[in-house]
T-cell receptor, first 114, second 114 residues
């Protein structure tokens, strides 16, 4: 199966620390899209980023940054100067190009302590 | 432009009853995806529908589960004779097209079977 793996089940940091969430994916597609979603304690899914497989430039959005390495099939997510409000479950996902369904990793639970 | 609307947000059913979960996609979206999130797990694809057609139901349990997306009205995920193991959060996503198009998620329906 072409799966998405988030090896870190839980991470706990203290506020203002930087934290990186790992994501490794498998695919046989030439073109594909990768995503990160945030699921706060309230339960909804919040879209964070979509990345095209042709675009390997790293992206930064405020305190969030993403490192896409096609050679290692990784799409890691870093939060700089973490805050308590960042506490959530974070999901990495890949889209199946022919049907559009998302294949999710198991999620990483991030706890940011004050 | 309202987002993806799911109702009810919370649903409690006794074992053996039927559960009906509704999803109204975003305006102009004709593609709907259903995902299930079991407790402490990631999201798993269930079914992909386009108006009046089931495109991919590879993630649907073989029995008791069905989905539809009629020409008029919301998409319905129906679970007959619910069991405790059906307790989960069910998310719906809609998009304008398949493949690389971003899917927007609803708030989810949390089903509890008692």
């Amino acid at each position: 199966a072409q799966k998405v793996t988030q090896a870190q089940t839980e991470i706990s940091v203290v506020e203002k620390e930087d934290v990186t969430l790992d994501c490794v994916y498998e695919t046989r597609d030439t073109t594909y899209y990768l995503f990160w979603y945030k699921q706060p304690p309230s339960g909804e899914l919040v879209f964070l980023i979509r990345r095209n497989s042709f675009d390997e430039q790293n992206e930064i959005s405020g305190r969030y940054s993403w490192n896409f390495q096609k050679s290692t099939s990784s799409f890691n997510f870093t939060i700089t100067a973490s805050q308590v409000v960042d506490s959530a479950v974070y999901f990495c996902a890949r889209i199946s190009s022919n049907t559009g369904k998302l294949i999710f990793g198991q999620g990483t639970t991030l706890q940011v302590k004050p | 432009n309202a987002g993806v609307m799911q109702n009810p947000r919370h649903l409690v059913r006794r074992r053996g009853q039927e559960a009906r979960l509704r999803c109204s996609p975003m305006k102009g979206h004709s593609h709907v995806y259903w995902y299930r999130q079991l407790p402490e797990e990631g999201l798993k694809f269930m079914v992909y529908l386009q108006k009046e057609n089931i495109i991919d139901e590879s993630g649907m349990p073989k029995e008791r589960f069905s989905a539809e997306f009629p020409k008029e009205g919301p998409s319905i995920l129906r679970i007959q004779q619910v069991v405790r193991g059906d307790s989960a959060a069910y998310f719906c996503a809609s998009s304008m097209g398949q493949g690389n198009t971003e899917a927007f998620f609803g708030q989810g329906t949390r089903l509890t079977v008692v």
